[in-house]
């Protein structure tokens, strides 16, 4: 009888282990599909990309600037479109970097605390509004007013671009480095004010170096999104596949990489040349998001080491910083320059010089209170220049889009190419495509999450795991949409249909839900998870009964951060899932959808005299993400109020 | 005549954090190149008598006070107060050790250069003074350009000494700077708290009552908001005239 006992108890361990392992094993798949995502994506770019590069010749492919697939003899050269995507890039980081670090610097240390809480949670807020929207805005408000200011023929040009795009980095700018700031140790601030400093030396001398890992990141961020945009940028720049002349011409219409694919990408005929030149393409600009993404990990790295001190030397010594710094200035001393004389000729070179020997002048005679008063002025009129920017737009936008919205417009299907009617088979169409998207990718981001923080100590595995996750989060949403149609439209034969959006959506958001998931399970205490272990219950049962409750409200906040990503997304759905108008939903899995987003960017482009239509389908797409924006960010101080571990 | 021996006095000082009185009626004279510690239980408010000196209590929202502080005779609670030269002048050293995140001679040479000296080799030589001057600089001098944090606690702290030292104060404001640290680091920074008299003024808050009698010349004693007994040290810790001093330094309290 107690034999018995004995040996039941034991088969009972032996599966139960089993069934440990088991779990395990499926955790482990999990936290593979972004890996194997990574594989699948190169793999697909390289195998439709490779044989017309090499054929075209890596050099022709590179730095010929001509590009005219379609002509009679077809050029592939992509030479001016990568010129294009740094122009434009460097272009929105000039005007999103000191703004958006000026915006940071007065919101953190300047501002009065009320305004801090009024206005963080805004910014963040804005960083959900979907870029086709930024893009709309561009197109009909900013090229227009452009045209008719600076007298141009057509206002779609480089700097359009950059503006947009830096309008768009901003608030992920903003809020990043406001972080970074606010959360520099109190201590600094006191020690170098008993040191007696003013606040700005405190603010420039202590707390922006101090957050300095932050800031950068911050820039990476907004850098990132800038060069892998494809929407706004398609939108607003023109898009003639030339070199700017001169180099600087902000006023010359330019092409991005990201761009060209958006636009070619549909009416290419598949196994042509330029099929595989477009892959070619793709796989460039994943190269250069690839290089970026990474050089900003050995800076960050660099940056952090410096700090906490180590043994080996310093980064850059500090006459380097100095030679360093000084060539900056001249570089963005020449960018004004060039800037002033494009926009408003020899007089702006003039004017310039007169402000800059002000400046110059100024500096050497101010006291430090009176300089700390001005550079207060400037980071508060940075802000208020930044708000006024979103705030336009978001009332641009309200203000022409609350007409449309009528009961049939939201109800009924689009007639006469969405010029009456309304958008409701669109925003089903989202709708399906967010659900089915949020339902793969929950579970697989999940489970991945679990794997990483819960099964296994950090090793070689777990920092391939996470690797594999950054380069998937660095992907430029254009290249999901290639790989989603060459790997699930042609490869697996799904054709352009509702589940295949759905399932390049996921893949999209799944390292957002793996990385919010992952911090979620990191901030609840080892003393809870041990607490339930010595009570003898299994590791599984431990983290279904204890963990996963606990990590339950961040787990929901990157779902929904997730959610709000893929409503407002386009270009992944592109060539993968959506069709323009159609007046009927979808009955299966396997028919086209239409969608909100896609919606409003064919409205924009291609249907003239909708603008109530457009303004309308606008509105219902802002409401819709900014609204599911608001339940994140309202969910999360909720966490953050309630009792802390 | 006698104002010119204090480096510091207060006269009915008052100090609320909103609402609550976190000091009364607090009357005290710093003398001249001496020690004087402050000590008293916990929340008596010494930490925000030390800061009344040099108005860092301005960076506390909705902090107010009455009565005056003279510097020298002259007074420094007004609006008319310039509060960085204040700050220059009446330097401070924190409970945390807290270098910025910087290298250490640039530790160092912060403070000069934020009051606008830019000369490499005079800051080269007022770094080599304030180190020696906090008793670190054999430790530090090979490698003044690593990262300060890489160092141990007590060097950290009297690294935050040579910090303050670096910008010339006369009177240096410490607040509990040995709490962090272990014993031998403690003595360290005792023997130089006992150097430093020779230039400066030091004002010390401890709880610590060995080292309060060991490094001060004076000690005033805090209970509640007020300032109970203010003396020489020998006749505080040695025939205290209030039995609430008696009590504390012997221990007989909570
Ligand atoms: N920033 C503040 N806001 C509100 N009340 C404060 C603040 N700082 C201190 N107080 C209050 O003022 C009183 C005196 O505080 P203080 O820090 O000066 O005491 P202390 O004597 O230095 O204590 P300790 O020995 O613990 O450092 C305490 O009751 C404290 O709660
Ligand atoms: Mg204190």
Not at chain 1, 109 to 126: G, H, Q, S, T, Y
Not at chain 1, 131 to 144: A, C, E, N, P
Not at chain 1, 595 to 601: G, I, N, S
Not at chain 2, 84 to 100: A, C, D, H, T
């Amino acid at each position: 009888m107690q034999k018995n006992r004995c040996e039941s108890q034991i088969t009972d361990l032996f599966t139960r282990q089993n069934k440990e392992k088991a779990i395990s094993g499926i955790w482990l798949g999990t936290a593979l599909v972004a890996v194997i995502t990574i594989i699948l994506i190169l793999g697909f770019l390289l195998k439709e990309g490779l044989p017309a590069i090499l054929e075209i010749g890596i050099p022709a492919f590179i730095f010929n600037e001509i590009w005219t697939p379609t002509s009679e003899t077809p050029s592939y050269g992509i030479y001016s479109l990568i010129i294009g995507t740094i122009l434009v890039t460097i272009g929105a980081i000039a005007i999103a970097v000191p703004l958006g670090i000026g915006s940071a610097i007065f919101i953190a240390e300047v501002a009065p605390p009320k305004f801090r809480e009024a206005v963080k949670p805004a910014i963040e807020l804005l960083a959900g509004i979907p870029s086709v929207v930024y893009g709309f805005f561009g197109l009909v408000v900013l090229t227009h007013w452009l045209r008719i200011s600076l007298d141009l023929s057509s206002g779609a040009t480089w700097l359009a671009g950059s503006i947009i795009l830096g309008i768009m980095a901003l608030p992920t700018i903003v809020s990043v480095s406001e972080d970074a700031i606010s959360s520099v140790p109190k201590d600094f601030r006191s020690a170098s004010l008993a040191l007696g400093a003013t606040r700005w030396q405190t603010i420039t001398g202590v707390l922006i170096p101090s957050a300095l890992s932050g800031i950068t990141a911050a820039i990476i961020l907004g850098l990132g999104r800038a060069i892998g945009e494809t929407m706004a940028v398609l939108m607003v720049t023109g898009n003639a596949a030339i070199i700017p002349d001169p180099i600087y011409n902000i006023l010359s219409p330019i092409r991005t990489l990201t761009a060209t694919l958006g636009i070619e990408m549909g009416e290419v005929a598949i196994g042509s040349t330029h099929y595989h030149a477009l892959f070619g393409m793709a796989l460039v600009l994943l190269l250069i998001t690839l290089i970026v993404n990474l050089s900003a990990t050995v800076i960050l790295a660099r940056i952090r080491e410096g700090q906490i001190g180590s043994s080996r030397a310093p980064f850059l010594s500090h006459d380097h910083q100095n030679q360093i710094k000084s060539i900056l200035l001249l570089v963005i001393l020449a960018g004004l320059c060039l800037f002033s004389y494009q926009v408003v000729g020899i007089f702006g070179i003039a004017i310039l010089t007169a402000i800059l020997a002000l400046c110059y002048g100024g500096l050497r005679i101010l006291s430090r209170q009176s300089k700390e008063k001005i550079a207060f002025a400037i980071v508060t009129s940075a802000t208020a220049l930044v708000l006024f920017a979103l705030v336009a737009i978001i009332f641009d936008i309200v203000s022409n889009g609350l007409p449309a919205i009528t009961w049939e417009f939201l109800t009924e299907g689009p007639r006469n190419l969405g010029r009456s009617g309304g958008i409701f088979p669109a925003i089903i169409g989202t709708l399906y495509l967010v659900i089915g998207a949020i339902a793969i990718a929950l579970p697989i981001g999940v489970g991945a999450a679990i794997y990483l923080n819960e099964y296994t100590l950090e090793g070689r595995l777990t920092r391939i795991i996470r690797a594999g996750n950054d380069l998937l989060n660095g992907t430029p949403s254009i290249v999901f949409g290639l790989f989603g149609f060459a790997f699930l439209v042609i490869f697996v034969g799904l054709g352009v249909s509702l589940l295949a959006g759905q399932i390049t959506l996921t893949l999209m958001i799944l390292p957002t839900i793996i990385r919010t998931s992952e911090e979620a399970l990191k901030s609840v205490p080892d003393s809870l998870r041990h607490g339930s272990l010595a009570l003898g219950a299994t590791r599984w049962h431990t983290i279904l009964r204890v963990v996963l409750p606990a990590a339950a409200p961040g787990i929901l906040t990157g779902t929904i951060l997730g959610i709000g990503r893929a409503a407002g997304e386009t270009a992944p759905l592109l060539f993968t899932a959506v069709v323009f108008s159609k007046r009927y939903l979808p009955t299966s899995v396997f028919e086209p959808v239409m969608a909100l987003p896609y919606h409003l960017f064919i409205l924009a482009t291609n249907v003239p005299g909708a603008d109530t239509q457009k303004y309308g389908t606008a509105l219902v797409l802002l409401v819709l993400v900014t609204g599911i924006y608001a339940v994140a960010i309202l969910m999360r101080r909720h966490a953050q109020k309630t009792v802390r571990w | 005549m006698k104002q010119q021996n204090n480096a510091l006095e207060t006269q009915t000082l008052n100090l609320y954090y909103g609402s609550t009185q976190a000091l009364i009626d607090v009357d005290i004279q710093i003398p001249k190149n001496k020690v004087t510690a402050l000590i008293g239980p916990s929340g008596c408010g010494k930490s925000t008598l030390l800061r009344c000196f040099n108005r860092m209590n301005d960076l506390i929202p909705d902090c107010s006070l009455s009565g005056s502080i003279l510097y020298h005779g002259e007074e420094i609670t007004g609006r008319s107060t310039d509060v960085v030269e204040l700050r220059k002048r009446i330097g401070m050293v924190f409970q945390q050790p807290n270098p910025f995140p910087k290298s250490i001679y640039e530790n160092v040479i912060y403070g000069p250069k934020v009051h606008g000296m830019k000369d490499r080799k005079e800051l080269d030589a007022i770094a080599e003074k304030s180190l020696k001057g906090a008793a670190i600089w054999e430790e530090v001098k090979d490698r003044l350009h690593d990262a300060a944090r890489g160092l141990s606690g007590g060097q950290q702290q009297r690294l935050c000494i040579a910090r303050t030292l670096s910008v010339d104060p006369d009177i240096i404001l410490m607040d509990e700077p040995c709490s962090a640290l272990d014993p031998i680091a403690t003595a360290k920074i005792e023997n130089l708290i006992t150097e430093l008299k020779e230039e400066y003024t030091v004002v010390i808050v401890t709880h610590n009552m060995q080292q309060a009698a060991r490094v001060s010349d004076y000690t005033g004693f805090m209970y509640m908001g007020r300032l109970i007994e203010f003396d020489t040290t020998s006749v505080i810790f040695e025939r205290p005239k209030e039995e609430l001093t008696e009590n504390y330094i012997t221990g007989r309290f909570g």
